[in-house]
């Protein structure tokens, strides 16, 4: 389990699972990390973990959010990263981070390309072929085999195309407007709001904002990223 490991002037202080889909750190006492700094505002930043990616956002805080030496806006955590707040410190732990190479925003995420997207075979066509997973996705386990899911984009350029979910997670959106993840747990698909846009509205599932609390996904439910509807399917 990812960890944050708070201190100052070198000396540890304490040490914090990531035990929450999402947390928040600030001065104030009613946040998940309370560090009493008076160069840290109330509600400083927030950092949401979905299976083993941990993502850091600035919550618009007055002295800014730094991640080794550099000030972010939203960041995707790797293992060993220092994140500095006023005069305090928080290293981010987890050897098995999936956040590598030399991307640090959301778009190293952003694995839904629709445009050469092809439709997704049913599942009774993958038995008869014998298709294959992508090759960039983990095999899946007993438990998933029987289990197909798909993303239809109802409107724009992509209409009618769809995407097959494959990965253990899907990021759908673009960065700096709304974006959203869909994780797959055993049989069991959930989608977690990641980012707002400009004017703090969530991607929405079924109409209702989808927030940083994940909400299950069942067949025919109705997804809105960034102006793009899509239908869930699962079969």
Known sequence: MAKLILSRDMHVLDEYPLEKECITIGRKPDNDIQVN???ISGYHCQ???V???SFLEDLQSTNGTFVNTRRITKHALRDGDLINLGTHQLQYVNEFAGAQGDNNDYERTMILQM???PPPPRASERQATGIANDAASPAPTTAQADTHAWLEILNGSNKGKRYEVTRAMTTLGKPGN???VITRRGRNFVIIGVEADT???YPRLNGEPISVRSMPLSNQDQ???GGIRMTFRLE
């Open 37 to 39: 700094d008076r160069a």
């Open 47 to 49: 950092i949401i973990t």
């Open 51 to 53: 299976l083993n990616d």
């Open 115 to 117: 445009d050469n997207a």
């Open 178 to 180: 709304q974006v959203a």
């Open 199 to 201: 004017a703090g509205q």
């Open 223 to 225: 997804i809105e990223v």
